[in-house]
């Protein structure tokens, strides 16, 4: 093993921790995949900035991976950057445990492998690694007062409440770290009446949020647990101070009247940003997390009261048994066959979820007969590169960017809602659009970076010049985007009627293009809850010991999510849902 440090494509490892693990695994490597022999680099987000892996690959083996990540270098970070990688190697696989207490450098590492991979045309969910010698199946029973399945923002948030409430709780999670789709996360949480609001002078009113959540959803979602929402949110706002994550900054989101998407100080992504302080809280509270550990059904006593769950890992079956149950599995994005059953015309959609969001909370309580609401209602997202499955933000529409058809020209307001932009690029022939944004916008955008890095940008020195690698008439191109900067001068688009993100015209070479499609991003529908988070049956009463919170329910969106509510459902009701599974242990 070698540890120096060198400058990578243009950018310095400035945390000063590159490890090059070279092995020679190749050999007792019989089943491997072949690859393109090479090297390639992929990267993340982690906690403190990108993490960049460069992944080299023989005909038959990862030989090596390195990892350098900005800003890793402090603490827990650092071990996920030195450790993982020698892992990923001697596995042949991202199939790997997190490091403990480090899911989000974990994630990163593991991410910018898989991105390195991609670029190398290899599919990391089909490297499944070395196999390992099957041992026998053991059993082992678990008792806890509150079993938590489902280790995303809303599982961590009922955990950590039980607990401080004085109960034992564990947490399943049937991936090899936490965090779920609450890590990819970039927006931040709504709240009205906060704090923070008071301080900076602005206002907001909790009938408000209660009226903009309720019309953005299409005024189906059910209106007594949008207004506990929006009633507990400045509370919650609190709650995540007192444990270490403060959301201090307060901007504008799409839907909101008002200032009320509440973020970390420094603008970085929520997501991680939370599942990083829940994660350090779980492990300062001591709460056991199972990895690894899938839920496969609940254990039902006689009085038709759930007390636990049997769950499996690799080698051992377990029996979970508990006071009360949180289900807090998230929704099913990344299952194909169950989004397709509720909505066949997102067949062959991409996905923009992690892939532990297969519905399996939503499967298990069908089986005890919990009623299911809005199901059918999945919000698809507009911009979503294809190949990697990385959805490119709103941000670059917002910031100015245009959507072109494969003929050169513009074909709606790109800032309409995520249904209406989605349904225009659907309707252009074959189905595909280039987001096309100039030198300006790059510079001012942090996130068009990871997308440069993730080789999904397309980069021309002129307007033709891009046209001419997009295959389209330069001609064309180059009439659409002047037709664009004169409607920015005079501050209307007589073509489309766009109002919004027209600070600045695009007119600084290089110019710059992403293609991009629709796909499959937040499922809003799930189980039934009441405003305790309590399960609901398809007879309509509460099903007893059995709460539930976060992506797996539905009701709180309505036919349409706006942004901000996803991180607001998980804290908001994912503390519900633990007050009330506490209680309920008690027995009160
Ligand atoms: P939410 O935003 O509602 O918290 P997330 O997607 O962030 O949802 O988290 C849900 C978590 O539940 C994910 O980490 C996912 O891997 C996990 N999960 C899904 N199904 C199971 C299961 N059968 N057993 C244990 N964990 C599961």
Wanted: with cysteine.
């Amino acid at each position: 093993m070698k540890l120096f440090i060198k400058k990578l494509a243009g950018r310095t490892a400035a945390a000063g921790l590159l490890l090059v693990l070279l092995a020679g695994f190749a050999a007792g490597c019989a089943s491997a995949p072949k690859f393109t022999p090479g090297v390639y680099e992929g990267t993340a987000k982690g906690f403190g900035g990108d993490v960049v892996a460069r992944v080299e690959l023989s005909d038959s083996a990862i030989v090596s991976v390195t990892v350098s990540g900005d800003n890793e270098s402090q603490g827990i970070g650092s071990i996920a950057i030195a450790e993982l990688p020698g892992i990923i190697v001697q596995r042949q696989t991202t199939q790997v445990d997190a490091i403990a207490g480090a899911s989000v450098s974990s994630r990163a590492v593991i991410e910018a492998v898989n991105a390195a991979l991609r670029s190398a045309g290899v599919d990391p969910a089909k490297l499944t690694g070395k196999t390992v010698s099957s041992r026998a199946r053991t059993s082992e029973t678990v008792n806890a007062d509150v079993v938590v399945i489902g280790g995303g923002g809303a599982g961590m948030s009922a955990a950590i409440i039980a607990k401080q409430a004085g109960l034992n709780v564990v947490i399943i999670e049937k991936m090899a770290m936490l965090g779920g789709n609450s890590s990819k996360s970039t927006g931040g949480m709504n709240a009205a009446e906060t704090k923070y609001q008071k301080e900076q002078n602005i206002s907001d009113s909790v009938q408000t949020f209660i009226d903009d959540t309720m019309k953005g959803g299409g005024n189906i979602a059910d209106r007594s647990l949008v207004t506990i929402l929006a009633q507990s949110s400045a509370e919650a706002i609190d709650w995540l101070d007192s444990i270490g994550a403060p959301l201090p900054r307060v901007s504008f989101s799409g839907g909101a009247t008002n200032r009320r998407i509440h973020q970390p100080a420094d603008g970085s992504a929520v997501g991680i940003y939370l599942v990083a302080a829940f994660e350090k809280k779980l492990t300062e509270l001591n709460i056991p997390v199972y990895l690894n550990t899938r839920a496969t059904d609940f254990i039902v006593d006689s009085q038709g009261r759930v007390t636990g769950v049997r769950a499996e890992s690799s080698s051992k079956n377990y029996t979970f048994n508990g006071k009360s149950v949180v289900l807090a599995t998230g929704g099913f994005g990344a299952n194909e066959a169950m989004y397709t059953k509720y909505r066949p015309e997102l067949k062959g959609f991409v996905t923009t979820n992690s892939p532990g969001a297969t519905g399996d909370g939503i499967i298990m309580a069908e089986k005890i007969h919990a009623a299911l609401v809005d199901i059918e209602q999945i919000q698809i997202h507009p911009t979503v590169e294809q190949k990697t499955a990385i959805m490119v933000t709103e941000a670059v529409r917002g910031d100015g960017a245009i959507l072109v058809n494969k003929e050169g020209r513009r074909f709606t307001n790109e800032m309409g809602t995520r249904d209406v932009v989605s349904a225009a690029v659907i309707a252009q022939s074959e189905g595909f659009a280039y987001i096309v944004f100039d030198q300006a916008l790059r510079e001012g955008l942090r996130a068009i970076e990871g997308y440069v890095t993730n080789n999904i940008v397309t980069e021309g020195a002129t307007i033709q010049d891009l046209a001419g690698k997009l295959d389209i008439n330069p001609a064309v191109l180059a009439e659409t985007l002047s037709t664009w900067n004169a409607a920015v001068r005079a501050e209307r688009d007589s073509a489309f009627n766009r109002n919004t993100g027209m600070e600045k015209d695009l007119s600084r070479a290089p110019y710059y293009a992403i293609k991009i499609a629709p796909g499959v991003h937040h499922t809003m529908g799930g189980v039934k809850i009441n405003t305790q988070a309590q399960v609901i049956s398809t007879s309509g009463n509460p099903i007893p010991g059995l709460f539930a919170a976060g992506e797996i329910t539905g009701g709180i969106h309505g036919n349409n999510r706006i942004g901000g509510n996803a991180v607001a459902d998980i804290v908001i009701f994912g503390r519900i849902a633990g007050s009330s599974a506490a209680r309920a242990a008690r027995g009160n």
